[in-house]
Nanobody, 115 residues
Framework: QVQLVESGGGSVQAGESLRLSCAGPRHIPRINVMGWYRQTPGKERELVAQ??????TNYADFVKGRFTISRNTGNGVYLQMNSLQPEDTGVYYC??????????WGQGAVVTVSS
């Protein structure tokens, strides 16, 4: 069974930073694409950033220049979030795309940004 375990959410003031971490399984080969999605109040879940095993990244326009996604040599993925704004408040989910069009989600990390 593939599980993703997130950590690093919290409450900050506008302009501050947070780093989210997601630990994937060690017993399977390196997952090709991992990423972060978020669900903000009143909105559908949306892509924040993705990173492939070869290092290619993809960012949503609303985080370009503020957030950075990275991963380790295994199945861990991170999201460095700088210059956070109140509109970034929401639940952030780690995502892994597996063979056979399967997806796995983390449990969600709550991020709260106050003005």
């Amino acid at each position: 069974q593939v599980q993703l375990v997130e950590s690093g959410g919290g409450s900050v003031q506008a302009g501050e930073s947070l780093r989210l971490s997601c630990a994937g399984p060690r017993h399977i080969p390196r997952i090709n694409v991992m990423g972060w999605y978020r669900q903000t109040p009143g909105k559908e879940r949306e892509l924040v950033a993705q990173i492939a095993a070869n290092g290619i990244t993809n960012y949503a326009d609303f985080v370009k220049g503020r957030f950075t996604i990275s991963r380790n040599t295994g199945n861990g993925v991170y999201l460095q979030m700088n210059s956070l704004q109140p509109e970034d408040t929401g639940v952030y989910y780690c995502n892994a795309k597996l063979p056979g069009s399967r997806e796995v989600w983390g449990q969600g990390a709550v991020v709260t940004v106050s003005s």
